[in-house]
């Protein structure tokens, strides 16, 4: 069984900073990509921000400059920081790993349950 849990969201002002991690756990062998999405109520899911296991990254426009994705290879752990943050970024923060288990040839994506952020004042 393979785990992600986020940690680090909740309430900010508009202009604060918040930081999100990401830690995957269980028999996993190998992982590929790593990332962060968010939904915000009504709308679809949306990419956030993706960094490889060589750490190219890779930004929505409207989080560019704002936000920065850093991962630990040794710990299996992607971190979001997130500065200027925005009443539009408030959302449902979601980790995706696309990783590859034990005894699996396959590479498969794995969500973790998802952390709140608000931005308001």
């Known amino acids: 069984q393979v785990q992600l849990v986020e940690s680090g969201g909740g309430l900010v002002q508009p202009g604060g900073s918040l930081r999100l991690s990401c830690a995957a756990s269980?028999?996993?062998?190998?992982?590929?990509?790593m990332g962060w999405y968010r939904q915000a109520p009504g709308k679809q899911r949306e990419l956030v921000a993706t960094i490889s296991s060589g750490g190219s990254s890779n930004y929505a426009d409207s989080v560019k400059g704002r936000f920065t994705i850093s991962r630990d290879n040794a710990k299996n752990t992607v971190d979001l920081q997130m500065n200027s943050l925005k009443p539009e970024d408030t959302a449902v923060y979601y980790c995706?790993?696309?990783?590859?288990?034990?005894?699996?040839?396959?590479?498969?994506?794995?969500w973790g349950q998802g952390t709140q952020v608000t931005v308001s004042s």
């Open positions: 995706k790993a696309t990783l590859r288990i034990e005894l699996d040839q396959y590479f498969r994506q794995y």
């Open positions: 269980g028999s996993i062998r190998s992982i590929n990509t």
